[in-house]
């Protein structure tokens, strides 16, 4: 039953049981108008509960259902219908109470919460805005700045917060059920609270809710559910209930056909689907994880597995490298105790699991090790002699490469299926990316581990088969080449980077290469000299700054000139350019930001379908999944290969 209602006395429960999330399904916003029908036709019932079974009360509208045609009850109707309730309903919080599930529990006359419980209006993120009522009734239950901050943010608060905004009525301690049946018993025969659709607006700063909508429009970047959201509380703000209703009605609506909504619905879909493609395998059970290499991505990576809750033993070379990596996992975790993500306790937590050692023996009960040491095959292969030769039969081996051949640094030990690549993005215990390199003949259970530990971690993990650069970084390398023919075509660093940013990316090619620091990729391309194919066209611009020492912002010159942190066009970059382009005989002629994002993004999709096609790529929402997750490709237009699929243009 999707929907029951049971009654104890004067109080009756209505429970909503629809896995995994209480999504308002048709069958849930069916259920709840039964449930009221049922419960105001019973005279011995004063007040009725709505609660739901499982892991949280109702997670949101069932965005599957997005895709066909609405089924009556719509959710606004159904929260309309609560609301003009004779008997008071009283929601009943946990887990995470978001977007339609928030809006049915506005439309009753009570909120209440257990303390863990978090609530918010997370549509903004899909490329929405609250559909059900939430721009009307929120900005008249907590005023205007803080309505639109929840619904901007798309960010959930938690119940303390809550109840401070006056979005809740109480915390409830201990079992909900009888807490909520206390409560609802104390308000059974007091007056019901005046609705929210016949309240005004609370008092507020009228130019501060200019200067926050300002700041959203600027933030927005070509999104527009954002500037919906700004749009939708306004007029909470300056119209009555049922034309404010009417207004969001209509904003909805536009915003479900909008591609920019049917690509974050993709993304969304397809965070949660990736590695469903996994052979089965059986994870191990893994509480204890090693780490070799203290360096950032080693430390990153520390960090993450803390903070995951596993017990940690970092490897370095000598006394003094492991005090360093152990200083720089302290100072990850000393941020997120200052930022406040992190309590006291957890961080107490985190330090007491860490310990490092220059002995690999430290290793001997690790269930899971990850390399995180130089790029370099020897290196490599001399890390996991020694690991084979300490850790237990079991234990699974990964190596953080962001390039080199899985398969080959799996020879170094004797039983090479139990090697797998974890590609982490810097800084690792923040980036969500994880890929989940899988050489041929790995070990499923190595592979389901290596899932289940990016999972615990919290990353979005995509399997990728091996090839150089695996799926994001391979993709990268093409449209940087493609970029540098542009350049040397008859662009500049600085149109491509602006195109970049105007399709949505955070930052352009060239200003990321800076950020990064030229003389990586230097270092590889040199690595690489012998074995390029001359046949293929190669730019050398990069080389010119290298060999002048321009290694980007850490030198102050790269791509760009360096004031500080802002980046200034160079005039001797510009003039080596258009030398180059002289010397190769290359007539210059100028291209517009969208030819230039065209010729970028054909570029990614065409590296996608060969990603695809040679099986590195299990499904094209994958690449989507690396490229938005890793790349800054923008969340709201899908990434490369949906875009295709829509047939998108720029
Ligand atoms: N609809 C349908 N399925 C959903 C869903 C939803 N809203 N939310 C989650 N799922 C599925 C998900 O696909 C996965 O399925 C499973 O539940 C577990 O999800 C009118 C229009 C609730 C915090 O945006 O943020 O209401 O893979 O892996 O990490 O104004 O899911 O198991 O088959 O993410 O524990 C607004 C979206 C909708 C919330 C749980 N609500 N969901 O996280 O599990 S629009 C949202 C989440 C709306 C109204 C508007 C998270 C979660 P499967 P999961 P989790």
């Known amino acids: 039953m999707t929907v029951s209602v049971h009654t104890d006395g004067p109080v009756a429960f209505v429970e909503i049981d629809n896995p995994p999330v209480n999504a308002a399904s048709f069958a849930v ?18 007040a009725v509960v709505l609660l739901c079974a499982g892991r949280t009360f109702v997670a949101g509208a069932d965005v599957r259902e997005f895709g066909k045609p609405p089924a009556a009850p719509l959710l606004p109707d159904v929260v309309l219908a609560l609301e003009g309730a004779r008997k008071p309903w009283i929601a009943a919080l946990h887990g995470t109470a978001l977007g339609g599930g928030l809006e049915i529990a506005l439309g009753c006359a009570y909120r209440v919460a257990v303390p863990e419980a978090k609530m918010g209006l997370p549509e903004v993120t899909l490329g929405l805005l609250p559909g059900a009522g939430g721009t009307v009734r929120l900005p008249r239950l907590v005023g205007p700045v803080a309505a639109l901050n929840i619904m901007a943010s798309g960010k959930p608060v938690g119940a303390a917060r809550a109840l401070e905004l006056g979005l809740i009525d109480a915390v409830l301690e201990g079992d909900l059920r009888a807490a909520a049946r206390a409560f609802a018993l104390d308000i059974a025969e007091a007056d019901k609270p005046v609705l929210l659709n016949a309240r005004d607006v609370p008092a507020f700063d009228a130019e501060v809710l200019h200067q926050r909508i300002a700041a959203i429009r600027a933030k927005a970047r070509g999104q527009n559910s954002p500037e919906a959201v700004c749009e939708a509380v306004v007029n909470a703000t300056r119209m009555g209930a049922e034309e404010a209703l009417a207004a969001e009605r209509a904003l909805f609506l536009r915003l479900k056909d909008d591609p920019q909504s049917r690509a974050l619905r ?15 395998g059986e994870a191990l ?10 360096g950032t991505m080693g430390a990153g990576i520390a960090a993450a597995a803390l903070l995951a809750g596993f017990c940690v033993t ?23 105790l200052k930022r406040g993500v992190l309590t006291e306790d957890a961080h107490a937590r985190c330090l007491e699991a860490f310990s490092g050692s220059d002995e690999y023996g430290a290793l001997a009960s690790a269930d899971l090790v990850i390399e995180a040491v130089f790029e370099y095959m020897d290196v490599k292969h001399a890390v996991f002699k020694a690991l084979d030769a300490v850790v237990k039969p079991e234990a699974v081996l990964a190596t953080n490469t962001s390039y080199l051949d899985v398969g080959m640094i799996a020879k170094a030990v004797r039983k090479p299926s139990r090697v797998i690549g974890l590609h982490f993005f810097s800084p690792a215990h923040i980036m969500k990316l994880l890929e ?29 088969g091996v090839c150089d650069g695996f799926i994001g970084n391979r993709i990268m390398s093409a449209y940087r080449r493609a970029c540098e023919y542009m350049i040397e075509d008859g662009a500049l660093p600085a149109e491509v980077d602006q195109a970049m940013r105007g399709f949505g990316f955070p930052m352009g090619i ?13 270092a590889m391309r040199k690595r690489q000299a012998a074995t390029r194919d001359p046949a293929q066209r190669y730019v050398d611009i990069a080389d010119q700054l290298c060999e002048q020492g321009r290694f980007g912002r850490k030198t102050g010159r790269g791509w760009y000139l360096y004031d500080g942190k802002t980046a200034q066009v160079d005039p001797e970059v510009t003039a080596l350019i258009e030398a180059t382009s002289a010397r190769k005989g290359i007539t ?9 994002m065209g010729r970028i993004l054909d570029v990614m999709q065409a590296e996608g379908r060969a990603i695809l096609a040679e099986g ?9 999944v690396v490229m938005v997750n890793g790349y800054g490709f923008p969340r709201w237009r899908g990434g490369p290969m949906f875009m295709a699929s829509e047939g998108a243009e720029i």
């Open 266 to 280: 993709h993304i969304f879909f397809a965070e949660r689907s990736v590695g469903k493609s996994l052979a089965a």
């Open 588 to 596: 210059r002629v100028s291209m517009s930001g969208d030819a230039i």
């Open 436 to 464: 989940l390199v899988i050489p041929p003949g790995a070990d499923p259970d190595a592979v389901a581990t290596g899932a289940a530990l990016g999972k615990r971690l919290g990353k979005v993990t995509v399997p990728s």
């Open 510 to 522: 060239f200003e990321m290469q800076d950020l990064a620091g030229l003389d990586i990729s230097w």
């Open 29 to 46: 916003r069916a259920g709840l108008m039964e449930a009221l029908a049922q419960t105001e036709a019973d005279a011995a019932v004063r």
């Open 285 to 294: 059970p893994s509480e204890h994880i090693g780490v070799v290499g203290g």
């Open 314 to 336: 970092m490897i370095e070379r000598n006394a003094e490298a492991v005090a360093a990596g152990h200083a720089r996992v302290v100072e990850v975790l000393g941020g997120g």
């Open 616 to 624: 590195i790529a299990a499904r094209a929402e994958d690449i989507d």
